[in-house]
């Protein structure tokens, strides 16, 4: 069974990593720890924390957002897409587990991988344009400081 580590956050409805997911399960067994970065209330792109329109069937993965005010309300942000993720992959059958984790990502990724093994790990960001993530590296830094292939899903929103 291949494990794979999903870190996201405002991107976790993004219909490019809906997809990469959705490879993942036809290629055959395997299950997913979702780790979200608890990205502070200053940090939300606000074009992005307007939230996406649902496609049919697909509910769990959409939900409207407002950009959050406070700290608090952007982790109750990040805890409600966290759950609908959880809980829309399980519904298809899949092993699936979660957690919200450090606001900085590198930090939230170690904290998962001291506890579990994982084979490739997915990252969905923000466009180029926006993305703090890219911006910093966190991709390639993942992946050498984590010894994992990783796979980088650019959204368009």
Known sequence: MRRYLVVANQTLQAAELREEL?????????SFFVIVPDTKAAQYDPVA????????????W?????????????TAQARERLSLMLAGLAALG????????????????????AGRQFDEIIVATLPRHVSRWLG???PRQAERRFGLPVTT???SY
């Open 22 to 30: 959705r490879k993942r399960i036809s290629a055959g067994p395997c």
């Open 49 to 60: 924390a307007g939230g996406m329109l649902p496609q049919p069937g697909m509910w769990w």
């Open 62 to 74: 959409a939900t409207c957002y407002a950009r959050p005010a406070t700290d608090e309300e952007a």
């Open 94 to 113: 899949v092993p699936v587990e979660g957690d919200v984790g450090s606001p900085d990502p590198l930090e939230a990724i170690e904290k998962v991988c």
């Open 136 to 138: 910093a590296d966190l």
């Open 153 to 155: 899903i650019i959204t």
